[in-house]
């Protein structure tokens, strides 16, 4: 049974770049099984998938932030992580992470408040 | 981008009450689609993938049905921890999207 834990600040200033990490356990994210993905929820766009990454570190971003985000691995660490630049209020929410086979949602993490904010 | 709409936004029952929740997709996704439940504070969980099969472990008071672009969930004789927020997935193609949500509120 995979568990997931998301790590990171609460609180990022806007234009600067948030920095998310999910750790993984119950298995190794250096296998084909499952997908990485994150997935944020603010009270103006509710869900949104924002991206995955595959265990040999290929990438699927949303349209809308493939120009600010970066997806990436550590499979030393059996992580997984995320990078978002030039943040701006609209970037608030919760942030998940999740592993998915198919696009099927399994496994999430509790998620991680992360605001916006001068 | 594939737009899924959900109606309702919200709904008000009672216990033991049958409901039906459903979504729309803007383009047909087959049967590429799956339904989370939400409980405030928390992760969604999965219930049912692919339009009608039911995850391990769900009750089977809870059912899926459609193909193509709609699709709705059942919810059978309503129990009080079914009261939360339901939320449509299409799984067809990137971007994925989610439906903005049903609440399902007690009466």
């Known amino acids: 049974q995979l568990q997931l834990q998301e790590s990171g600040p609460g609180l990022v200033k806007p234009s600067e770049t948030l920095s998310l990490t999910c750790n993984v356990s119950?298995?190794?994210?250096?296998?084909?099984?499952?997908?990485w993905n994150w997935i944020r929820q603010s009270p103006g766009k509710g869900l949104e998938w924002i991206g995955s990454?595959?265990?040999?570190?290929?990438?699927n971003y949303h349209p809308s932030l493939k120009s600010r985000v970066t997806l990436s691995l550590d499979t030393s660490k059996n992580q997984f992580s995320l990078q978002l630049r030039s943040l701006t209020a609209a970037d608030t929410g919760v942030y998940f992470c999740?592993?998915?086979?198919?696009?099927?949602?399994?496994?999430w993490g509790q998620g991680i408040l992360v605001t916006v904010s001068s | 981008d594939i737009q899924m709409t959900q109606s309702p936004s919200s709904l008000s029952a009672s216990i033991g009450d049958r409901v039906t929740i459903t979504c729309r997709a803007s383009?047909?996704?087959?049967?590429?689609l799956n339904w989370y439940q939400q409980k405030p504070g928390k992760a969604p969980k999965v219930l049912i993938s692919?339009?009608?099969s039911l995850e391990s472990g769900v009750p089977s008071r809870f059912s899926g049905s459609g193909s193509g672009t709609d699709f709705t969930l059942t919810i059978n004789g309503l129990r009080p921890d079914d009261f939360a927020t339901y939320y449509c997935?299409?799984?067809?193609?990137?971007?994925?999207?989610f439906g903005q949500g049903t609440k399902l509120e007690i009466k």
């Open positions: 997935q299409q799984s067809n193609r990137t971007p994925y999207t």
């Open positions: 383009q047909s996704i087959s049967t590429y």
């Open positions: 692919t339009a009608s």
């Open positions: 990454i595959y265990y040999r570190g290929a990438t």
């Open positions: 999740s592993a998915s086979t198919t696009m099927i949602l399994y496994y």
């Open positions: 119950g298995g190794t994210i250096n296998s084909p099984t499952h997908y």
